[in-house]
């Protein structure tokens, strides 16, 4: 009977490509909510940009931040739908692997000195907390350290001759929406607050104004 490598070139077994594949589907998945969430609403992810360097206190300019927002939601949209399309197997993982190098260690950092709120990685579409943010990151980063190993050894949902042409798609989408709220208003609003909605009861300050 032929031997199995877990690591090697080998067939992986039905057990092992099932989880590969969740794997590669949930950390693709995360990638593209994360970066959608901030392509709908630049301005959001610029001033949490802004709020990062105060805490560090670099003086960026304006227009650098907006830039490095823009390329932050863009890469992170890529990376996520090269995962989840089976694209560039070894570099999109490894790619995915580097930004978690780099994002647990600073969500641990925000879990325990609360520097800001929350670290804004899904925009205003889902605020969690600094400590749910660390752990997330921790399973996330797991994942794509097993997928270093495996994704390049499952089957790919677009072909390698089209490749180029989504990963063309995957730059300009992002950019597209990240374009349209800045100059005009988020194709999506996840805010709190939407448009007609009263911030003050008029009622009550009517009311204190007939007690003053």
Not at 1 to 21: H, Q
Not at 27 to 53: M, N, W
Not at 54 to 62: A, K, L, N, R, S
Not at 129 to 134: A, K, L, P, R
Request: a neutral charge.
């Amino acid at each position: 009977m032929r031997r199995i490598k877990l690591f090697g070139k080998g067939n992986l077994t039905p057990a092992l490509r099932i989880l590969a594949w969740l794997m590669r589907l949930v950390v693709g998945g995360t990638f593209i909510f994360s970066g959608l969430t901030k392509a709908v609403d630049p301005y959001g992810t610029y001033y949490k940009l802004v709020d990062y360097a105060g805490v560090f206190g670099w003086q960026i300019p304006e227009g650098v931040l907006l830039i490095g927002a823009f390329v932050l939601f863009a890469a992170e949209f890529v990376i996520g739908v090269m995962l989840f399309c089976g694209c560039f197997r070894r570099t999109s993982s490894a790619c995915a692997t580097l930004v978690m190098a780099f994002m647990l260690p600073l969500s641990l950092w925000l879990a325990l000195d609360n520097p800001v709120a929350d670290c804004g990685c899904f925009g205003d579409a889902l605020v969690i907390s600094n400590w749910s943010t660390f752990w997330k990151n921790v399973g996330l980063t797991a994942a794509c350290v097993w997928l270093l190993f495996f994704n390049r050894r499952i089957h790919w949902l677009v072909t390698p001759a089209l490749q180029w042409l989504a990963l063309t798609l995957a730059i300009a989408y992002p950019v597209y929406l990240g374009a349209i709220g800045l100059l005009v208003q988020p194709a999506v609003d996840f805010r709190p607050y939407k448009v007609g909605m009263e911030l003050v009861d008029t009622e009550e300050s009517g009311d204190d104004e007939e007690n003053v």
